[in-house]
Each structure stands twice: as structure tokens, then as C-alpha cells.
């Protein structure tokens, strides 16, 4: 932590190593096939949730491991960590998306609080895991923020400085 290394990666690799009782070079590959899988796991459940499309959900969940993209981090280029760190992108959006929902419906001020703290918590395992995916999926929530809060119906300022102010509380 000192030389700005991420032990997110590592810290996941030894403690699956340690609970599973294999060696290290198994629970990798172990993270890096399912890192793949559990991140189109979370694409599934975001579009079903957002959407409450089955049809979709389950073509988003399908074609992301089907792409060949998602296995060029892997196999191609090597970069483990980043395999590992999109695991936190799709249940960050999600529950970035229900604490927007929350906030311009004006409902449970503890749900708010729940989904803020799972939010910055993904997004804090994000960073750990790796710094570049963790920066890109907070300026991506910026973003979601900003036009989430623009296309809602209502007053257009105060909405988009609730939704750039929430975005922005994640943020620091």
C-alpha cells in the first residue's frame, strides 16, 4: 500500500487460497474464470432489476461472456486484477441506480443510507482491486448521475444538482 500497489487482487487470491486449501496458482485461476461469469452474473440482475426484462436480462448475461473481449483481458493482454475489479462494475450501477431511485422518489431515508453505503463499498473494492477500473467506474457514476437526474420529469436544477451531489458524495 505504500508503493500504490492494489491489494485487492492478491487479498482475494490468498484468502480463497486459504479457505479452499489449494495453492495460490489455482485459486488465480480459479478468480479468473469466474470473473467473467460473476460479472455477467451482475449484468443479468442489473438489467432485470432496471428493466424488469427477462428476455434482455438474460441476453446481456449471456452475450458478455460470449464476447470475445471479456476473455481478451484475461488470456490475451494478462491483466488479472482488472478481470477481477469488473466483478464490482455491475452491482455498483445497480445500487447506485436504487439510490438515485430513492432519492428523486423521496422514500426510505434508510434504504438511501443502505444503498449509498454499498455503493461507495463496491466502489471502494473497485479501487482496491484496481485503480484505472475503480477512477473509470466513478467518473461513469459521475455521468449516470448527471443524466439520470436530467431525464427525470420535474425540476430540472434542483434534480441535477441532487443527482451530481450524490454522484460526487460517492465520489469523495
Same mark, same amino acid.
Given at each position: 500500500m *505504500?508503493q500504490g500497489?492494489? *491489494?485487492?487482487a492478491?487479498? /482475494?487470491? %490468498? *484468502?480463497? $487460497?486459504?479457505l &479452499?486449501f489449494i ?6 485461476h480459479?478468480?479468473e474464470f469466474? $470473473? %467473467?461469469y460473476?460479472?455477467a452474473l451482475g449484468?443479468?440482475? &442489473? %438489467? #432485470? %432489476?432496471?428493466?424488469?426484462n #427477462?428476455?434482455?436480462a438474460v441476453?446481456?448475461? +449471456?452475450f458478455?461472456?460470449? $464476447?470475445?473481449?471479456? #476473455?481478451? #483481458?484475461?488470456?490475451e *493482454?494478462?491483466?488479472y ?5 469488473f466483478?464490482f462494475?455491475p452491482?455498483?450501477?445497480?445500487t ?5 431511485? =430513492? +432519492?428523486?422518489?423521496g422514500?426510505? =431515508?434508510r434504504?438511501?443510507?443502505l444503498? &449509498?453505503?454499498l455503493?461507495?463499498?463496491?466502489a471502494?473494492?473497485? +479501487?482496491?482491486?484496481h485503480?484505472?477500473?475503480g477512477? /473509470?467506474?466513478l467518473?461513469s457514476?459521475? /455521468?449516470?448521475?448527471l443524466? &439520470?437526474s436530467l ?5 430540472? /436544477?434542483k434534480n441535477?444538482l441532487?443527482?451530481s451531489?450524490?454522484s460526487?458524495? +460517492?465520489?469523495f
Amino acid at each position: 500500500m *505504500i508503493q500504490g500497489t492494489q *491489494i485487492g487482487a492478491p487479498l /482475494i487470491t %490468498v *484468502i480463497t $487460497s486459504k479457505l &479452499f486449501f489449494i495453492d495460490l496458482l489455482q485459486a488465480m485461476h480459479l478468480w479468473e474464470f469466474l $470473473s %467473467v461469469y460473476l460479472t455477467a452474473l451482475g449484468i443479468f440482475v &442489473f %438489467v #432485470w %432489476v432496471k428493466f424488469k426484462n #427477462w428476455v434482455a436480462a438474460v441476453l446481456a448475461g +449471456i452475450f458478455y461472456p460470449l $464476447s470475445n473481449a471479456s #476473455w481478451a #483481458w484475461l488470456a490475451e *493482454i494478462g491483466t488479472y486484477a482488472q478481470a477481477l475489479a469488473f466483478i464490482f462494475f455491475p452491482p455498483a450501477f445497480l445500487t447506485f441506480d436504487l439510490l438515485l431511485s =430513492e +432519492i428523486f422518489n423521496g422514500k426510505r =431515508e434508510r434504504r438511501i443510507i443502505l444503498w &449509498f453505503l454499498l455503493t461507495t463499498f463496491l466502489a471502494g473494492l473497485a +479501487i482496491l482491486t484496481h485503480l484505472l477500473v475503480g477512477t /473509470i467506474l466513478l467518473a461513469s457514476l459521475l /455521468i449516470y448521475g448527471l443524466v &439520470f437526474s436530467l431525464v427525470i420529469p420535474g425540476k430540472k /436544477i434542483k434534480n441535477f444538482l441532487l443527482g451530481s451531489g450524490a454522484s460526487l458524495l +460517492i465520489i469523495f
